[in-house]
Protein backbone atom coordinates (compact mmCIF):
# COMPACT_ATOMS: atom_id res chain seq x y z
CA UNK A 1 0.00 0.00 0.00
CA UNK A 2 1.35 3.75 -0.56
CA UNK A 3 0.42 6.79 -0.01
CA UNK A 4 1.63 10.16 0.42
CA UNK A 5 1.55 11.00 4.54
CA UNK A 6 1.19 7.82 6.37
CA UNK A 7 -0.32 8.48 9.58
CA UNK A 8 -0.64 6.48 13.00
CA UNK A 9 -2.95 7.34 15.14
CA UNK A 10 -6.96 8.09 14.34
CA UNK A 11 -7.15 10.42 18.06
CA UNK A 12 -7.47 14.47 17.00
CA UNK A 13 -4.10 15.05 15.42
CA UNK A 14 -4.33 12.11 12.95
CA UNK A 15 -7.80 12.92 12.31
CA UNK A 16 -7.16 16.82 12.06
CA UNK A 17 -4.05 16.08 9.92
CA UNK A 18 -5.26 13.71 7.25
CA UNK A 19 -8.81 16.33 6.84
CA UNK A 20 -6.02 19.73 6.49
CA UNK A 21 -3.84 17.37 3.84
CA UNK A 22 -6.43 16.73 1.83
CA UNK A 23 -8.17 20.28 1.62
CA UNK A 24 -4.63 20.96 0.50
CA UNK A 25 -5.31 18.20 -2.47
CA UNK A 26 -2.60 16.15 -0.06
CA UNK A 27 -3.71 11.97 0.25
CA UNK A 28 -3.07 10.41 3.23
CA UNK A 29 -4.44 6.76 4.84
CA UNK A 30 -4.73 6.91 8.96
CA UNK A 31 -3.73 2.74 10.20
CA UNK A 32 -5.87 3.14 14.12
CA UNK A 33 -5.20 0.08 16.27
CA UNK A 34 -8.88 0.75 17.95
CA UNK A 35 -12.56 -0.16 15.77
CA UNK A 36 -14.50 3.26 15.07
CA UNK A 37 -16.90 2.27 17.80
CA UNK A 38 -14.50 2.22 20.76
CA UNK A 39 -12.47 5.50 20.10
CA UNK A 40 -15.84 7.49 18.65
CA UNK A 41 -16.87 5.57 22.70
CA UNK A 42 -13.73 6.67 24.82
CA UNK A 43 -14.32 9.63 27.47
CA UNK A 44 -11.53 12.34 27.48
CA UNK A 45 -10.95 15.95 27.56
CA UNK A 46 -13.69 18.02 27.47
CA UNK A 47 -12.31 21.84 26.85
CA UNK A 48 -11.53 23.42 23.28
CA UNK A 49 -9.74 26.98 23.10
CA UNK A 50 -10.77 29.30 20.75
CA UNK A 51 -7.94 28.57 18.24
CA UNK A 52 -9.53 24.87 17.99
CA UNK A 53 -12.68 25.97 17.39
CA UNK A 54 -11.60 28.31 14.86
CA UNK A 55 -9.47 26.02 13.05
CA UNK A 56 -12.53 23.24 13.07
CA UNK A 57 -14.93 25.85 11.84
CA UNK A 58 -13.05 27.52 8.87
CA UNK A 59 -12.20 23.93 7.49
CA UNK A 60 -15.81 23.11 7.98
CA UNK A 61 -16.05 20.42 10.54
CA UNK A 62 -17.30 23.10 13.05
CA UNK A 63 -21.27 22.74 12.78
CA UNK A 64 -21.95 20.54 15.10
CA UNK A 65 -19.36 21.86 17.43
CA UNK A 66 -21.12 25.87 17.08
CA UNK A 67 -24.66 24.03 17.54
CA UNK A 68 -24.48 21.64 20.35
CA UNK A 69 -20.95 23.39 21.98
CA UNK A 70 -21.04 25.20 25.45
CA UNK A 71 -19.46 28.47 25.38
CA UNK A 72 -18.28 30.03 28.46
CA UNK A 73 -16.57 33.57 28.93
CA UNK A 74 -14.96 32.59 32.29
CA UNK A 75 -14.06 30.14 34.78
CA UNK A 76 -13.93 30.23 38.23
CA UNK A 77 -11.08 29.89 40.86
CA UNK A 78 -12.48 28.49 44.00
CA UNK A 79 -10.85 28.19 47.13
CA UNK A 80 -11.61 28.82 51.43
CA UNK A 81 -15.37 28.60 50.21
CA UNK A 82 -15.45 31.22 48.45
CA UNK A 83 -15.33 31.02 43.91
CA UNK A 84 -13.78 34.20 42.45
CA UNK A 85 -14.69 34.64 38.42
CA UNK A 86 -11.78 34.67 35.88
CA UNK A 87 -13.13 36.78 33.31
CA UNK A 88 -11.36 35.66 29.86
CA UNK A 89 -13.85 38.18 27.87
CA UNK A 90 -12.47 41.14 29.41
CA UNK A 91 -8.79 39.52 30.05
CA UNK A 92 -8.37 38.23 26.68
CA UNK A 93 -10.64 40.84 24.61
CA UNK A 94 -13.04 39.00 23.84
CA UNK A 95 -11.63 35.10 23.73
CA UNK A 96 -13.65 32.48 25.27
CA UNK A 97 -13.76 28.43 25.04
CA UNK A 98 -15.85 25.89 24.54
CA UNK A 99 -16.60 22.75 25.95
CA UNK A 100 -17.15 20.05 24.13
CA UNK A 101 -16.35 16.29 24.28
CA UNK A 102 -13.11 15.02 22.66
CA UNK A 103 -15.01 12.05 21.40
CA UNK A 104 -17.24 14.41 19.91
CA UNK A 105 -14.69 16.01 17.66
CA UNK A 106 -13.57 12.32 16.52
CA UNK A 107 -16.97 11.83 15.60
CA UNK A 108 -16.80 14.98 13.23
CA UNK A 109 -13.50 14.74 11.63
CA UNK A 110 -14.31 10.78 11.02
CA UNK A 111 -17.45 11.59 9.74
CA UNK A 112 -15.69 14.27 7.22
CA UNK A 113 -13.12 12.23 6.21
CA UNK A 114 -14.94 9.19 5.12
CA UNK A 115 -17.37 11.57 3.81
CA UNK A 116 -14.23 12.70 1.11
CA UNK A 117 -13.63 9.16 0.50
CA UNK A 118 -10.63 8.81 2.74
CA UNK A 119 -9.00 5.84 3.91
CA UNK A 120 -9.14 5.02 7.67
CA UNK A 121 -7.66 1.77 8.35
CA UNK A 122 -9.46 0.97 11.56
CA UNK A 123 -8.00 -2.58 13.62
CA UNK A 124 -4.89 -2.27 12.17
CA UNK A 125 -2.11 -2.20 14.74
CA UNK A 126 0.70 -0.35 13.86
CA UNK A 127 4.12 -2.46 14.95
CA UNK A 128 6.92 0.07 13.68
CA UNK A 129 8.20 2.41 11.48
CA UNK A 130 11.29 2.04 9.09
CA UNK A 131 13.56 3.90 6.72
CA UNK A 132 12.78 7.04 7.92
CA UNK A 133 16.36 8.78 7.21
CA UNK A 134 15.43 7.88 3.29
CA UNK A 135 12.55 9.45 0.88
CA UNK A 136 10.69 6.32 1.35
CA UNK A 137 9.46 5.21 4.98
CA UNK A 138 7.36 2.83 5.90
CA UNK A 139 4.93 2.12 9.03
CA UNK A 140 4.63 -1.37 9.29
CA UNK A 141 1.04 -3.14 10.55
CA UNK A 142 -0.75 -6.13 11.20
CA UNK A 143 -4.69 -6.06 10.05
CA UNK A 144 -6.96 -9.01 9.91
CA UNK A 145 -3.70 -11.43 11.41
CA UNK A 146 -1.55 -10.21 8.21
CA UNK A 147 1.46 -8.45 8.23
CA UNK A 148 1.64 -5.81 5.68
CA UNK A 149 3.35 -2.05 5.13
CA UNK A 150 2.33 1.93 4.24
CA UNK A 151 4.91 3.11 1.96
CA UNK A 152 5.06 6.85 2.20
CA UNK A 153 6.87 10.33 1.75
CA UNK A 154 6.23 11.00 5.25
CA UNK A 155 5.49 9.15 8.23
CA UNK A 156 3.14 11.17 11.19
CA UNK A 157 3.60 9.35 14.57
CA UNK A 158 -0.10 10.78 16.12
CA UNK A 159 -0.16 7.60 18.05
CA UNK A 160 -0.42 8.67 21.66
CA UNK A 161 2.12 8.45 24.06
CA UNK A 162 2.48 4.19 23.98
CA UNK A 163 2.41 4.28 20.30
CA UNK A 164 5.04 2.37 18.45
CA UNK A 165 6.35 5.53 16.30
CA UNK A 166 8.48 7.29 19.13
CA UNK A 167 10.72 4.55 19.06
CA UNK A 168 11.41 5.04 15.35
CA UNK A 169 13.71 7.70 16.44
CA UNK A 170 16.79 6.04 17.89
CA UNK A 171 18.01 6.47 21.66
CA UNK A 172 20.96 8.61 20.51
CA UNK A 173 19.27 10.97 18.75
CA UNK A 174 16.08 12.32 21.50
CA UNK A 175 16.08 13.44 24.88
CA UNK A 176 12.73 13.20 26.73
CA UNK A 177 11.71 15.24 29.43
CA UNK A 178 9.44 14.01 32.04
CA UNK A 179 7.70 14.37 35.52
CA UNK A 180 5.51 11.87 37.63
CA UNK A 181 3.14 13.32 40.08
CA UNK A 182 2.12 11.70 42.64
CA UNK A 183 -1.39 12.59 41.98
CA UNK A 184 -4.38 11.52 40.06
CA UNK A 185 -7.64 12.20 38.58
CA UNK A 186 -10.70 10.52 39.60
CA UNK A 187 -13.61 11.46 36.87
CA UNK A 188 -17.66 10.96 37.00
CA UNK A 189 -20.24 11.28 34.42
CA UNK A 190 -23.66 11.87 36.68
CA UNK A 191 -26.47 12.27 34.71
CA UNK A 192 -27.46 15.71 37.06
CA UNK A 193 -28.13 19.19 36.01
CA UNK A 194 -25.35 21.66 35.83
CA UNK A 195 -24.50 22.66 39.58
CA UNK A 196 -22.48 26.47 37.84
CA UNK A 197 -22.80 28.04 34.61
CA UNK A 198 -18.73 27.81 34.21
CA UNK A 199 -16.57 25.67 35.08
CA UNK A 200 -15.10 25.40 38.62
CA UNK A 201 -11.18 24.66 39.66
CA UNK A 202 -11.41 24.41 43.64
CA UNK A 203 -8.54 24.13 46.09
CA UNK A 204 -8.93 21.95 49.08
CA UNK A 205 -7.03 21.05 51.83
CA UNK A 206 -8.43 17.23 50.95
CA UNK A 207 -7.64 18.13 47.63
CA UNK A 208 -8.73 19.45 43.91
CA UNK A 209 -12.26 19.16 42.67
CA UNK A 210 -13.04 19.91 39.24
CA UNK A 211 -16.66 21.01 38.24
CA UNK A 212 -17.25 20.58 33.68
CA UNK A 213 -20.22 19.90 32.25
CA UNK A 214 -21.41 17.94 29.29
CA UNK A 215 -24.71 18.64 28.68
CA UNK A 216 -27.81 20.05 30.60
CA UNK A 217 -28.29 16.54 31.63
CA UNK A 218 -24.50 15.10 32.32
CA UNK A 219 -21.89 16.60 34.44
CA UNK A 220 -18.27 16.10 34.11
CA UNK A 221 -16.49 16.28 37.56
CA UNK A 222 -13.01 15.46 38.75
CA UNK A 223 -11.25 15.15 42.23
CA UNK A 224 -7.78 14.37 43.12
CA UNK A 225 -6.97 10.92 44.32
CA UNK A 226 -4.49 8.35 45.05
CA UNK A 227 -3.13 7.60 41.61
CA UNK A 228 -3.01 3.96 42.64
CA UNK A 229 -6.69 4.04 44.01
CA UNK A 230 -9.31 1.79 42.40
CA UNK A 231 -12.27 2.75 40.88
CA UNK A 232 -14.45 -0.04 42.65
CA UNK A 233 -13.29 1.29 46.18
CA UNK A 234 -15.41 5.01 45.16
CA UNK A 235 -18.94 4.51 45.83
CA UNK A 236 -21.95 6.87 44.71
CA UNK A 237 -21.86 7.70 48.25
CA UNK A 238 -18.51 8.14 48.85
CA UNK A 239 -17.93 10.01 45.65
CA UNK A 240 -21.04 12.68 46.45
CA UNK A 241 -19.98 12.96 50.29
CA UNK A 242 -16.46 13.90 49.41
CA UNK A 243 -17.50 16.29 46.64
CA UNK A 244 -19.39 18.23 49.01
CA UNK A 245 -17.24 18.26 51.40
CA UNK A 246 -14.09 20.10 49.34
CA UNK A 247 -16.25 22.12 47.53
CA UNK A 248 -18.66 23.36 50.71
CA UNK A 249 -18.82 27.31 51.89
CA UNK A 250 -21.40 29.96 51.15
CA UNK A 251 -24.12 27.56 51.25
CA UNK A 252 -23.10 25.88 47.41
CA UNK A 253 -23.82 22.56 46.68
CA UNK A 254 -23.01 20.20 44.13
CA UNK A 255 -26.43 18.81 42.34
CA UNK A 256 -26.13 15.20 42.61
CA UNK A 257 -27.42 12.32 40.51
CA UNK A 258 -26.64 8.84 39.16
CA UNK A 259 -22.76 8.42 38.35
CA UNK A 260 -22.55 6.09 35.20
CA UNK A 261 -19.11 6.64 34.57
CA UNK A 262 -15.67 6.49 36.45
CA UNK A 263 -11.88 6.74 35.57
CA UNK A 264 -8.85 6.94 37.13
CA UNK A 265 -6.06 9.78 35.06
CA UNK A 266 -3.02 9.50 35.73
CA UNK A 267 -0.69 12.92 35.72
CA UNK A 268 2.70 13.53 34.24
CA UNK A 269 4.42 15.84 32.12
CA UNK A 270 6.16 14.82 29.30
CA UNK A 271 8.21 15.84 26.35
CA UNK A 272 10.21 14.22 23.55
CA UNK A 273 12.68 16.70 21.81
CA UNK A 274 13.09 16.44 18.96
CA UNK A 275 9.84 15.90 17.56
CA UNK A 276 11.07 14.58 14.67
CA UNK A 277 13.74 12.24 12.84
CA UNK A 278 13.82 12.34 9.10
CA UNK A 279 10.83 11.69 7.78
CA UNK A 280 9.27 10.78 10.59
CA UNK A 281 7.40 13.68 12.68
CA UNK A 282 5.51 12.82 16.08
CA UNK A 283 2.76 15.10 17.02
CA UNK A 284 0.12 15.35 20.26
CA UNK A 285 0.63 12.75 22.67
CA UNK A 286 3.02 10.55 20.83
CA UNK A 287 5.32 13.85 21.59
CA UNK A 288 4.06 14.83 24.66
CA UNK A 289 1.72 14.81 27.75
CA UNK A 290 0.25 17.74 29.72
CA UNK A 291 -1.02 17.34 32.90
CA UNK A 292 -5.08 18.27 32.66
CA UNK A 293 -5.29 21.14 35.14
CA UNK A 294 -5.14 23.37 32.72
CA UNK A 295 -6.86 21.49 29.37
CA UNK A 296 -4.17 21.77 27.06
CA UNK A 297 -3.87 18.15 25.72
CA UNK A 298 -6.22 18.43 23.13
CA UNK A 299 -5.16 22.04 21.77
CA UNK A 300 -1.63 21.50 21.96
CA UNK A 301 -2.41 18.60 19.70
CA UNK A 302 -4.29 20.43 17.22
CA UNK A 303 -1.49 23.28 17.31
CA UNK A 304 0.83 20.60 16.20
CA UNK A 305 -0.81 19.73 13.33
CA UNK A 306 -1.44 23.44 12.61
CA UNK A 307 2.20 23.87 12.17
CA UNK A 308 3.10 20.22 10.29
CA UNK A 309 -0.02 20.51 8.21
CA UNK A 310 1.43 23.88 6.90
CA UNK A 311 4.69 22.65 6.35
CA UNK A 312 3.82 19.37 4.67
CA UNK A 313 1.30 21.83 2.41
CA UNK A 314 4.64 24.04 1.38
CA UNK A 315 6.74 20.51 0.66
CA UNK A 316 4.25 19.39 -1.49
CA UNK A 317 3.63 23.13 -3.77
CA UNK A 318 7.14 24.55 -4.07
CA UNK A 319 9.81 21.14 -2.69
CA UNK A 320 10.40 23.70 0.20
CA UNK A 321 11.47 21.99 3.32
CA UNK A 322 12.18 25.23 5.60
CA UNK A 323 8.87 24.71 7.25
CA UNK A 324 9.10 21.20 7.91
CA UNK A 325 12.62 21.48 8.89
CA UNK A 326 11.46 24.15 11.82
CA UNK A 327 8.42 21.73 13.19
CA UNK A 328 9.91 20.45 15.80
CA UNK A 329 11.63 23.67 17.29
CA UNK A 330 8.47 25.92 16.09
CA UNK A 331 6.12 23.28 18.01
CA UNK A 332 7.87 22.65 21.28
CA UNK A 333 7.68 26.48 21.92
CA UNK A 334 3.78 26.24 22.09
CA UNK A 335 4.80 23.01 24.21
CA UNK A 336 7.14 24.03 27.12
CA UNK A 337 4.43 27.17 27.43
CA UNK A 338 1.51 24.49 27.24
CA UNK A 339 3.81 22.76 30.07
CA UNK A 340 4.48 25.69 32.11
CA UNK A 341 1.13 26.97 32.62
CA UNK A 342 -0.66 22.81 32.97
CA UNK A 343 2.04 22.49 36.03
CA UNK A 344 1.43 26.16 37.24
CA UNK A 345 -2.36 25.05 37.46
CA UNK A 346 -1.60 21.81 39.19
CA UNK A 347 0.75 23.18 41.73
CA UNK A 348 -1.68 26.05 42.66
CA UNK A 349 -4.65 23.72 43.06
CA UNK A 350 -3.11 20.56 44.30
CA UNK A 351 -2.58 19.15 47.78
CA UNK A 352 0.96 17.45 47.27
CA UNK A 353 1.30 14.20 49.40
CA UNK A 354 4.49 15.70 50.93
CA UNK A 355 3.11 18.79 51.51
CA UNK A 356 2.89 20.81 54.83
CA UNK A 357 1.48 23.44 56.67
CA UNK A 358 3.82 25.89 55.44
CA UNK A 359 3.32 24.86 51.43
CA UNK A 360 -0.75 25.20 52.15
CA UNK A 361 -0.17 28.85 53.66
CA UNK A 362 2.37 29.51 50.49
CA UNK A 363 -0.54 28.57 47.92
CA UNK A 364 -3.17 30.00 49.84
CA UNK A 365 -1.23 33.10 49.18
CA UNK A 366 -0.32 32.48 45.78
CA UNK A 367 -4.25 31.91 45.30
CA UNK A 368 -5.08 35.28 46.65
CA UNK A 369 -2.37 37.07 44.89
CA UNK A 370 -4.49 35.51 41.58
CA UNK A 371 -7.68 36.93 42.89
CA UNK A 372 -6.34 40.28 43.53
CA UNK A 373 -4.24 40.64 40.83
CA UNK A 374 -5.50 41.85 37.75
CA UNK A 375 -2.19 40.99 35.78
CA UNK A 376 -1.92 37.41 36.89
CA UNK A 377 -5.94 36.88 36.11
CA UNK A 378 -4.54 38.16 32.93
CA UNK A 379 -1.54 35.59 32.19
CA UNK A 380 -3.73 32.52 33.38
CA UNK A 381 -6.75 33.74 30.75
CA UNK A 382 -4.65 33.98 27.47
CA UNK A 383 -3.02 30.79 28.46
CA UNK A 384 -6.14 29.40 29.36
CA UNK A 385 -7.81 30.73 26.45
CA UNK A 386 -5.41 29.81 24.32
CA UNK A 387 -2.34 31.58 22.63
CA UNK A 388 -2.87 32.68 18.87
CA UNK A 389 -1.69 29.74 16.17
CA UNK A 390 0.53 31.72 14.50
C1 LIG B 1 -12.28 19.07 31.46
C2 LIG B 1 -11.03 18.49 31.52
C3 LIG B 1 -9.94 19.22 31.94
O1 LIG B 1 -8.72 18.66 32.02
C4 LIG B 1 -10.09 20.55 32.31
O2 LIG B 1 -9.01 21.24 32.75
C5 LIG B 1 -11.33 21.14 32.24
C6 LIG B 1 -12.43 20.39 31.81
C7 LIG B 1 -13.45 18.27 31.00
O3 LIG B 1 -13.28 17.08 30.74
O4 LIG B 1 -14.56 18.80 30.94
Known sequence: ??????????????????????????????????????????????????????????????????REGFVHHGIAIRFSGRS???????LTGGRAITVYAQHEVIKDLIRARLGAGATILFGARATGVDDVQSARPKVHFIRNGRDEDLSCDFVVGADGSYGVCRAGIPESAHQDYARIYPLGWFGILAKAPPSSNELIYNSHERGFVLVSTRSPQVQRMYFQCDPSESVESWSQDRIWAELQTRIAGGGFRLKEGEIFQKDIIPMRSFVCEPMQYGRLFLAGDAAHIVPPTGAKGLNLSIADIHVLARAISAYYASKATDLLDAYSTTALRRVWRAQHFSYWMTSMLHRFPDANAFDRKRQLAELELLISSRSAQTLLAQNYVGLPLG
Open 84 to 90: HRIDFQA
Open 1 to 66: MRTQVGIVGAGPAGLMLSHLLHLSGIESVVIESRTRESIEATIRAGVLEQSTVDLMTETGVGDRLR
